[in-house]
């Protein structure tokens, strides 16, 4: 089981790169039935995280976008290095 978890962003999403669009999202079925039907996109990119011990961390998160709706579902999928 992979392990994720909610958190802050603190300032901006750098590099953000798009890793699967449309049908090619396995969640797109769940996305449109929670949030709408649009052109969804699966995306990456590092930020800075608060996490819930109140540290800083720059880390690697993923997030599905589309137009009209906006970033949802935010999430940590690794943890790249510390800030203090």
Do not use: C, N, P
Request: overall charge positive; cysteine-free; hydrophobic content about 40%.
């Amino acid at each position: 089981m992979r392990r994720s978890f909610r958190v802050v962003v603190v300032g901006s999403i750098s590099d953000g790169k798009t890793i699967a669009a449309g049908l090619g999202i396995r969640q797109h079925a769940r996305l449109v039935k929670a949030y709408g039907g649009a052109r969804w996109r699966k995306m990456k990119g590092i930020a800075l995280v608060r996490l819930r011990d109140g540290s800083l961390e720059v880390a690697e998160v993923d997030w599905y976008q589309a137009h009209g709706i906006g970033r949802r579902e935010l999430k940590v999928k690794r943890l790249i290095g510390r800030r203090t």
